[in-house]
C-alpha cells in the first residue's frame, strides 16, 4: 500500500469541483462541488433526478464525469473504472445490494481479493483460514460472529447484508465509504443498529457520503449536508443549524418560488370538479407490503396529483391501476363499474394509458422510429383490419404529433434513441394520447428534461383534461403537482396519508407556499399542525 | 473510418451485409470450381437446405422477440416421422402433411404456455421439449418402420416441378415471403420487435407482452412441424435421430444472418441468408473434397467471424451518424452496441 499525506492543504478528505456529466441531451450534474472533511458524516440530499446516484456513480468509478476535477486527501484522482475507486479507499454500498446470496460471509468480503494458499510459487487454493484470521475481530467489532462468516449471506436479513457489506469495506483501508439509501428495508430497530455502526465507523476515522430520503434520521448523526436539485448544488449546510423544513426548501426549490410566477392556476379554478362524472374509483386496495388500503377517486377534467417520498409506493400505485401489478385485495371501478385488468393491454382496450417514469427503461423502445413508438399502443388505428400496418398512416399521424406537440426531430423514422430526453417524453406522450384515453397517468413526467419543455409537458396535461380526459401526476416536485393538480393526495409508505383539495382555489387566494408546506410535511411524516 | 451516410445507413440494414457475403463467396467457390454453380448442383444443396432454413426463419422470429427455441430441430424429426407414420398407416397425402405440422403445432403450443403461463425459462423448456420430442422419435421408430410407402404426390412437395422449379422451392419461398410480410408489414410483427427491444417498456404501452411470446413460439412449431415434413418427403424414410442437432445450425444461421440474440433485430431475410451461407459454405468445400469433419470447425469460425463483421458494420454506421449530429452530445454509442449484442466480446473501449 502507497503512503499517502494524512490530508490535503485544505483539510478536506475528499474536494469534488466543476464536475459535469450530460447524457443525451440530459444534464444529470452541471458544475458540481462536494467537500468532505475527515471523519465525518457528510449527507447528500436532493430529489428525484437531483444527480445524487450520478455522483455517487462518478465517486465508485463507474461513470465517467465530463469534466471537472475529484481529489482526495490533496490528491488528483482520475477514476476510470470501479477498482480504480477501491484502490483509493473509496468503497460504495449500493442500494441494490452487491453482495452474492450463495457465497458464506467470508468469501463475499474477499471477493476478488482472495488470500490463496501458495505451493510452488503458484496459488493453490483459497486459505480461508488466512483470510478468517484477518477480519475476525473486525467482524466481531460488527456483531458478526465466527459462525456468521462460514453462513451464505442469503440467509441474513436486509440489516445484517448491510453490515457484512461495511465489514467488507473496512476490510480494506477504506477512507471513504458512501452509503446509498443504507436504511431502506430495515425496520426501525434496525435502523437504530445501523446508525451505531456508522458512529463507529467515524470514531475509526472514516468519512461517510450518506444519501437519504429520510430527513428526521439526520439529526444526532450527520455532521454536514449538501443539497442537489436539478443536477445543480443548492448548498451545504451544519445540520444542526438547519430544520428539516429549511432542507426541504433547499431539496424542493420553495424559497425560490420558482413556479409561482407562471401558474396557470385561475383557468384551472374555473374547472367545477365535483361535477364531474367520476372515471374511476379505487376502493381499500391492497398490494402486499407496497400498497395499504388505498381509496381514492378521479372525476372526469380532473388531475389528481399524488406526492410522497421516493418509496412511498406512488409509481406501484400506478402499475396497479393499470394492471401490471397485481392487486391482492380491494375493489377498482372503471366508470361506474367495477373491472380486474388482466394485464395493461386489458387497461390500455378500456380507456387507460400510462407515460412511466423510468423513460430510458419502461418508456421508449430505443431501436424503433419515433413514428413506432407512437403507434405501439395503438396500432390498430394504422392498420387495415387490426393486422396489417398501414405505414404512410403511420408516419403521417407521427408527423401531425411532431408538428402539434413541437418534436424536434428532422425525421419521424429517425430512431428515437437519437433524440433528446425531452423529445423523446413528448414522443412518449404522443403515444398515451394517440390512445384516446379517458384517464392518464403520468408518473414523473418532466423528469430529466429541460425546463422548457417541462412548461410545454405542463400544458399538454392541461390540454388533455380540459378536452374531458382526466389525469393522475406523479411528481417528486411538490411546487410542480401544486400548480397541475386540482387535488393532491400523500402517500407514504404505500398508504394515503391525507389530501389537498380544491388546490387552484387555495393558489388563487395567495397560498401556494402554504399548500406546498402541508403537502411537504404530511410526505416527510410528520403530522398536520 | 470515412463512411458516406448513405452506405453506410445500407450496410447497417439486417440482412445486406450477409446478403453481400454470401454472394462472394459463391463468386469464390465458383472461380475454385467451375462446377459450383451448374443447376443440378444448386438445385441439390438448396434442397437439402430447406427444412433447416425454415427452422432458421422460425428460431430467428423467437429471437427477435427475446426468446430461444432449442426444440426446433428434434421437433422437425419427430414431425417428419408422424408424417410418414400416417403415410404407412396408409393416410392419404393432405392427412399425412396435415399431422405433420399439427405435431409441430402442438409442440409450439407447448413451449409457449409454459413459457407464458408458468413462466419457466424459455431455453429451459425447449431444452426439455428437445428431449421430449427427441426420444418420442426414437420409440416410434422402434413402433412401426417409417419408410417404404410413399404416394406419388407426397415426393411430389419436394421433387415436382414448376414453372421448371423444383416445388419445395417453391414452397418454402411462399413460406418465407408470408413469414417477411407478417414480420415486417403486421401489428403482430411490430409487437414481436417490441417486446425482443424492452419486454417492460412494450408491457407498460400496453402489448400483451405474453400473449405476443406465444405467438412466436407457435410459430416456430409450425414451421418445424413444416421442415419436417419437407424432410420426409424428400428422405421417404426416417430414422431415429433425424433432426438432432439441427437446431444449431438454425440458430446459427439466425445468427450469421444478423439477427440479434439480445432481440428485437433481424429480418426473415437476413436469416435466410444467414443459412443460405452456411450451406453454401458445406457444399464449396463438399465439392472441394474437403473431408465432412472439418465443416463443423468451418461453421463455428464462421459464425464467430460473421458476428464480429456485423458488430463492425454497426459500429461504423453509428460513428458517421454521430458526426452527422454535430454540437450535440455524443451518444454512448458503443455502451448500447453492448446491450444488444450477447456474442460480442463484452470488451468495452
Redesign the interface.
Known amino acids: 500500500m502507497t503512503e499517502r499525506p494524512a490530508l490535503g492543504a485544505d483539510g478536506l478528505l475528499l474536494n469534488v469541483d466543476g464536475i459535469s456529466k450530460?447524457?443525451?441531451?440530459v444534464t444529470a450534474l452541471d458544475d458540481v462541488g462536494l467537500q468532505v472533511r475527515p471523519a465525518e458524516i457528510h449527507a447528500l440530499l436532493g430529489g428525484n433526478g437531483a444527480g445524487k446516484s450520478t455522483l455517487i456513480n462518478i465517486l465508485s468509478g463507474l461513470t465517467l464525469p465530463d469534466g471537472g476535477t475529484i481529489t482526495l486527501s490533496g490528491h488528483q484522482l482520475d477514476l476510470r473504472r470501479a477498482s480504480d475507486a477501491l484502490g483509493h479507499g473509496i468503497n460504495t454500498i449500493h442500494q441494490e445490494l452487491s453482495l452474492v446470496p450463495a457465497l458464506t460471509t467470508l468469501d463475499n468480503i474477499f471477493l476478488g481479493r482472495e488470500v490463496n494458499a501458495r505451493f510452488l510459487g503458484m496459488n493453490v487454493k483459497l486459505d480461508r483460514r488466512r483470510m478468517e484470521e484477518r477480519v475476525r475481530a473486525l467482524a466481531a467489532e460488527f456483531g458478526l460472529s465466527q459462525e456468521d462468516l462460514k453462513l451464505p449471506v442469503g440467509e441474513f436479513g436486509a440489516l445484517k447484508k448491510r453490515v457484512v457489506e461495511i465489514v467488507k469495506a473496512l476490510a480494506f483501508d477504506t477512507r471513504l465509504l458512501i452509503l446509498d439509501e443504507p436504511t431502506s428495508g430495515l425496520e426501525e430497530e434496525e435502523r437504530l443498529n445501523l446508525f451505531e455502526h456508522m458512529r463507529r465507523l467515524r470514531e475509526k476515522g472514516v468519512s461517510l457520503i450518506w444519501v437519504t430520503h429520510h430527513l428526521e434520521e439526520l439529526y444526532g448523526l450527520a455532521d454536514s449536508a449538501t443539497v442537489f436539485r436539478d443536477g445543480r448544488r443548492v448548498g451545504t449546510v451544519n445540520v444542526s443549524d438547519t430544520t428539516v423544513d429549511d432542507l426541504l426548501g433547499m431539496m424542493f426549490g420553495i424559497a425560490a418560488g420558482e413556479f409561482g410566477s407562471t401558474s396557470s392556476a385561475p383557468a384551472l379554478a374555473e374547472v367545477e370538479v365535483e361535477s364531474r362524472e367520476e372515471v374511476l374509483r379505487l376502493t381499500d386496495v391492497n398490494r402486499s407490503y407496497v400498497l395499504r388500503d388505498i381509496s381514492l377517486t378521479v372525476r372526469q377534467g380532473e388531475i389528481l396529483g399524488i406526492a410522497g417520498l421516493a418509496g412511498a409506493g406512488r409509481t406501484e400505485l400506478a402499475r396497479a391501476i393499470?394492471g401490471?401489478d397485481k392487486i391482492s385485495s380491494g375493489t377498482v371501478h372503471w366508470n361506474g363499474n367495477p373491472v380486474k385488468f388482466s394485464?395493461?393491454?386489458a387497461?390500455?382496450?378500456k380507456g387507460l394509458?400510462?407515460l412511466?417514469e423510468d423513460r430510458k427503461?419502461?418508456?421508449?423502445?430505443?431501436?424503433?422510429s419515433v413514428s413506432?413508438n407512437i403507434?405501439?399502443?395503438s396500432?390498430?388505428r394504422v392498420?387495415r383490419l387490426?393486422?396489417?400496418?398501414k405505414?404512410r398512416d403511420e408516419v403521417s399521424q407521427a408527423e401531425s404529433y411532431r408538428q402539434r406537440l413541437g418534436i424536434k426531430t428532422a425525421d419521424v423514422r429517425e430512431k428515437i434513441?437519437?433524440l433528446s430526453g425531452g423529445n423523446q417524453q413528448k414522443a412518449i406522450v404522443a403515444?398515451c394520447l394517440n390512445?384516446n384515453p379517458d384517464l392518464l397517468i403520468f408518473d414523473e413526467p418532466t423528469q430529466g428534461i429541460d425546463v422548457s419543455a417541462k412548461v410545454e409537458v405542463h400544458n399538454l396535461i392541461r390540454e388533455f383534461v380540459a378536452n374531458g380526459g382526466a389525469a393522475i401526476v406523479i411528481a417528486s416536485e411538490i411546487g410542480e403537482l401544486v400548480e397541475l393538480s386540482h387535488r393532491v393526495v400523500i402517500m407514504k409508505k404505500g398508504r394515503l396519508v391525507g389530501s389537498v383539495d380544491n388546490v387552484p382555489h387555495a393558489l388563487v387566494s395567495g397560498q401556494f407556499e402554504a399548500v406546498k408546506n402541508r403537502i411537504l410535511a404530511m410526505s416527510a411524516g410528520r403530522t398536520e399542525s | 473510418m470515412n463512411f458516406p451516410r448513405a452506405a453506410s445507413r445500407a450496410l447497417s440494414t439486417s440482412g445486406v451485409p450477409i446478403a453481400i457475403a454470401l454472394v462472394l463467396v459463391v463468386v469464390i467457390f465458383q472461380i475454385i470450381s467451375p462446377v459450383f454453380l451448374t443447376p443440378g448442383s444448386v438445385r441439390d444443396y438448396i434442397n437439402n437446405a430447406i427444412p433447416i432454413l425454415l427452422l432458421t426463419v422460425g428460431v430467428a422470429i423467437v429471437i427477435v422477440a427475446g426468446g430461444i427455441d432449442l426444440s426446433v430441430g428434434t421437433v422437425a424429426g419427430l414431425s417428419a416421422g408422424t408424417t410418414m407414420w400416417a403415410l404407412v398407416s396408409g393416410a392419404p397425402t393432405w392427412t399425412a402433411v396435415l399431422v405433420g405440422v399439427a405435431t409441430g403445432l402442438v409442440f409450439g403450443l407447448f413451449n409457449g404456455l409454459m413459457i407464458t403461463v408458468f413462466g419457466i425459462n424459455d431455453f429451459i423448456v425447449t431444452l426439455a421439449t428437445l428431449n421430449i420430442a427427441g426420444g418420442l422419435l426414437i420409440v416410434l421408430t422402434e413402433q412401426v418402420p417409417l419408410q417404404g410407402v410413399t404416394t406419388p404426390g407426397f415426393s411430389d412437395l419436394v421433387y415436382g416441378n414448376f414453372l421448371g422449379v423444383p416445388t419445395g422451392f417453391w414452397i418454402a419461398a411462399v413460406i418465407f415471403a408470408l413469414m417477411q410480410f407478417f414480420l415486417i408489414?403486421?401489428?403482430?410483427?411490430?409487437?414481436i420487435?417490441?417486446i425482443g427491444?424492452?419486454p417492460?417498456?412494450?408491457?407498460?404501452?400496453?402489448?400483451?407482452v405474453?400473449?405476443v411470446r406465444l405467438g412466436t413460439f407457435v410459430l416456430s412449431g409450425l414451421l418445424a412441424g413444416a421442415a419436417g415434413v419437407l424432410l420426409a418427403s424428400r428422405l421417404g424414410a426416417v430414422q431415429a435421430f433425424l433432426g438432432n442437432g439441427y437446431e444449431f445450425i438454425a440458430i446459427a444461421g439466425a445468427v450469421l444472418g444478423g439477427v440479434s440474440l439480445a432481440g428485437?433485430?433481424g429480418s426473415v431475410w437476413a436469416a435466410v441468408a444467414g443459412g443460405l451461407m452456411l450451406a453454401t459454405l458445406q457444399q464449396g468445400l463438399r465439392l472441394n473434397g474437403v473431408d465432412p469433419v472439418y465443416f463443423s470447425i468451418v461453421t463455428g469460425l464462421c459464425i464467430v467471424a460473421g458476428v464480429v463483421f456485423d458488430r463492425r458494420i454497426q459500429q461504423l454506421a453509428l460513428g458517421s451518424?454521430r458526426k452527422r449530429?454535430k454540437g450535440?452530445?455524443t451518444?454512448?454509442a458503443p455502451v448500447?452496441l453492448q446491450e444488444?449484442h450477447l456474442l460480442g466480446t463484452g470488451k468495452q473501449d
Open positions: 450530460h447524457y443525451e441531451g393499470m401490471i394485464g395493461s393491454s387497461a390500455y382496450r394509458a400510462m412511466p427503461q419502461l418508456g421508449i423502445l430505443p431501436e424503433l413506432e403507434s405501439i399502443s396500432l390498430d392498420s387490426g393486422f396489417v400496418l405505414s434513441r437519437n403515444r390512445t | 408489414r403486421t401489428v403482430f410483427g411490430r409487437r420487435f417490441a427491444i424492452a417492460g417498456a412494450a408491457n407498460v404501452a400496453g402489448v400483451n405474453n400473449r428485437g433485430r451518424f449530429a450535440g452530445p451518444p454512448p448500447k444488444t
